[in-house]
Structures are given as C-alpha cells and as structure tokens.
C-alpha cells in the first residue's frame, strides 16, 4: 500500500465509527474521524446533573456481547448488573419473576407468580436452552417473522405475551407490539440467558470514551460538522475539503440518509421514547431490578433506581429513579401522568421528586422489522460506505460488528492488486 494514500475519513464518533477506526488502525491504515458534536458515542452517552448520572435513555450493556466484548476492556469498566428478572406491575400490585437458573431460590415464588401458566415458564426454559445451543449466525439463517409471532408459534400465552413479554421487550425494542424481527429478539434472549443486563459504574458514556482513548493523537476530531460525502473525501461545514481513500458514514440512519441521499430507500424508521430522571431524597425501589407495566395501560413502560445498579449514580443518600414512556410525545400533561403511576406503583408521592431530566428521544433506536435484508454494512455506488446498528442488529453488539465488517472490507479492497 502506497505511503501517499490519503487516509480512510470516518464520519460519526459513535459506537460504529470508533469500532472501524480501531480495527482500520490495528491493520496498519492511517483513519481519522470527524464527529458533528462535542463529545463520542453517538446515541450512547450520560450527562451529569448536580451529582447525578443520567444516560440518554434507558440504555444497557448485555456482558454476552462476544464482538463487543472482545473488543472492550470489561474489568476497567467496573460493570454493575442488574439482577435477572423483572417487578411486572398487573394494576394492584408488583409479582416478581426471575431468571430461576441464575436465582434457583426464586423458583417458588417465580412458579406462583400470576403471569402466564407454569407451562409458559416451562417453555421460558425450554427457550432458553434451545438459542444457548444456537449461534448468532445460525439465528440469523432461521425463518424471520415478528416477535409476536414467534412466540405465538413457540405455544406461550397470550396471557404470558401481553403481561410479560410486551413489557420486557418494549423497554428493549421501544414498542409494545412486538412487531420487531424474531431474530432480534432471539439474538437479545440468547444473550440475556448467557450474561446480565448491565452498566458501567460511571454510566454507558464510559463505554465509548473507553474506545477513544484508545485512538492515536490527531485521529479524532470533535465538534466538526461534516456537509457533503463523496467516494474520494468530504467536505466539512466550514467548506473545507478533505482527501480520502475511502469514506465510512458511521452516523445513524437518519444522518446517513441526508449524506447519501440514494441511500434513504434503505434506511430504517425510528423508534422514540421519553425518558424521565427524578431525584429522589433516602431509597425507594432499592434493589438492582427493573419493574414493568404489566397492564398495557400505563405511560410508564419500565422504570428502575439507577443508584441501586451502580451507586456512582447518585449523591450518597438519594436514588436515582429513571422511568421510560414508548411515546415522541412533548406533552406537559405526560410527566403528570407518569408521576401519578410511579406514585401508585411505588407507593409513595412521586409529585414531589426534582426533575433531574426529561428526554424526548425521537431516534432512539431502528426500527428492525422481519425480512429486512442486513448484511453489517451497506455501499453506495461508487460512493462512500454506510455502518451503524441498523445494518446489523439495534444493539452496540451490532454497531461494533458493522463497524468491524467495513473496516475488514477496505483493508481487503486496498491490499487487492488493481
């Protein structure tokens, strides 16, 4: 490979981006990256408010994760689990139903828990070991139809469905209908049976700064708006041109769409959530562990105490609590709405808590619906390359394997004699 080569320009700091430049560097390329904003990790960070750490969202780490893991520094990470199971709100009252073979003490009351029949806790089993035994590419070869639909066929209730399943996977794909993609959700469940949910001590945002720090001097470029991409460089905001031998939009789909208009055909819809963090004076909802509606009738879909995973999160003394509504809305009336349920859920007078946050996300997450080709990449034609989540799985697992696949595809086409 020629010395004079210009280098591989990467757009976008976020989980996709970082992922490419490390594995382009490791392979002997020169990278840099421009990121639009003041800081990396794109739909991934946490900001600090008056002591308290809050994510962007309700976001975790699965530590099953192999691409991810691999690529990361777990132990410096200092990551802090939740525990396996979920608080299911049914209108009355909070059941608890737990992951049995990492919690054999719960089976008892797991087993007389009011949500589904005992044989859709059999089947929970059943499924767990049967996507253990399956690997991620073999998931990826099986039939795709929607989550709903999948666990219809693998004989849960409807019951089970409406009342458990809905409201543990709306915290996971932002909706209650269960329309994602069954490889998706077979993905997710094989890796939430093989590890925890977790997050870094000090917040998701460590993740990607992890991946940073690790890039040379001068590769990395913040608060750098880049307004047009071609196969041969890019031009930043400021009108100044750059040279590239090869060009990766790392953005997320949306951004990717406006930078490569003929790529917006391909591009998934979004999906949004609010997210509200309130501080909370002593300890309420004080266990590692995520509580659900369970009804389908609430604005709040999950709600946990953050400062109960990792106390890095709060001022000693205070918790943390973080609910999530499936919702874009900017309604004054939705944070009434969800103060009164938390009120009702948690028994207490939620009316009072200080309004740490109220995040309107309206690009959360791709939408990831069945038979959607996904390949780990995407390439315009004669033009730049396309990596993020979207093209693999909506998870940080997939953003670090798309971002993985291009990075092997340019150092392949750049050692291949022309």
Not at 325 to 345: G, K, Y
Request: proline letters at 5%.
């Amino acid at each position: 490979m020629s010395s004079t080569l210009p280098p591989v320009v990467i757009v976008g700091a976020g989980m996709a981006g970082l992922s490419c430049a490390l594995r382009l560097i490791e392979s002997g390329h020169e990278v840099v990256v421009y990121e639009g904003s003041d800081r990396v990790g794109g739909r991934v960070g946490t900001d600090e408010v008056d002591g308290y750490l809050i994510d962007r969202g309700f976001q975790v780490y699965l530590d099953a994760y192999p691409t991810a893991g691999r690529l990361l520094d777990l132990q410096s990470l200092e990551l802090r689990s939740f525990d396996p199971g979920a608080l299911i709100w049914t209108g009355k009252k909070f059941h608890r139903l737990m992951d049995v073979f990492r919690r054999p003490a719960s089976l008892i009351g797991t087993a007389a828990a009011p949500i589904g029949t005992l044989g859709d806790k059999l089947r929970v089993g059943a499924l767990r070991a049967k996507l253990r035994a399956k690997t991620i590419e073999e998931i990826a070869q099986t039939e795709d139809i929607s989550t709903e639909r999948y666990l219809e066929k693998f004989g849960f209730s409807q019951s089970m469905i409406d009342t458990f399943f809905r409201g543990f996977y709306g915290g996971i794909f932002l909706e209650r209908e269960l329309r994602t993609s069954s490889h998706m959700f077979e993905f997710t469940f094989k890796m939430f049976g093989a590890g925890s949910a977790t997050v870094p001590a000090r917040g998701m945002q460590q993740i990607p700064q992890q991946l940073a720090n690790r890039l040379p001097e001068n590769c990395l470029h913040l608060n750098h708006k880049v307004s047009e991409v071609r196969q041969d460089g890019i031009t930043l905001a400021n009108g100044e041109s750059i040279a590239a031998s090869h060009v990766v939009v790392a953005t997320d789909a949306r951004c990717a769409g406006e930078l490569v208009p003929e790529m917006r055909p391909q591009l998934p819809d979004w999906r949004s959530e609010v997210s509200f963090a309130f501080s909370v004076p002593g300890q309420v909802l004080n266990e590692p562990i995520i509580a659900l509606d369970g009804t389908g009738e609430c604005a709040v879909n999950n709600v946990c105490n953050m400062a109960a995973v990792s106390p890095h999160y709060a001022p000693t003394g205070h918790s943390l609590i973080v609910a999530t509504a499936l919702t874009d809305s900017d309604a004054p009336a939705l944070e009434i709405e969800v103060r009164n349920e938390l009120s009702q859920w948690l028994q207490t007078d939620a009316s009072q808590w200080r309004l740490l946050a109220r995040d309107r996300i309206t690009r959360a997450l791709p939408e990831q619906l069945p038979k959607t080709e996904r390949h780990g990449y995407l390439k315009a034609r004669n033009g730049p390359w396309l990596a993020g989540d979207y093209c693999e799985s909506a998870s940080i697992e997939g953003a670090v394997r798309s971002g993985q696949q291009v990075a092997d595809r340019i150092t392949a086409s750049l050692h291949t004699p022309h």
